[in-house]
């Protein structure tokens, strides 16, 4: 039987996500430079919490907790 990991943002993690996103890309246009994309750090720690980070010039900026499921495909 093979798995697949499922990551799930609420909507309001969804909502945060987004906003800190179009400010990163808005700034990277605004100072002449091509959209670099976003990169996403998740820290799997079931006991404690699942946790979604947004890299922001070189910083790891929080963004809040997700939910971490293993799903049988």
Known sequence: ???KLVITL???ITKKYL???AKKTQAEI???CLPS???LRIDICSP???LLYLNVNGEW???GEV???LKAI
């Open 67 to 69: 939910v971490v499921d």
């Open 1 to 3: 039987m093979s798995e």
């Open 19 to 21: 906003a800190e996103a």
């Open 37 to 39: 994309g976003a990169s």
């Open 48 to 50: 404690f919490g699942n």
């Open 10 to 12: 609420d909507e309001d």
């Open 61 to 63: 900026e929080e963004i």
């Open 30 to 32: 605004n100072a002449d």
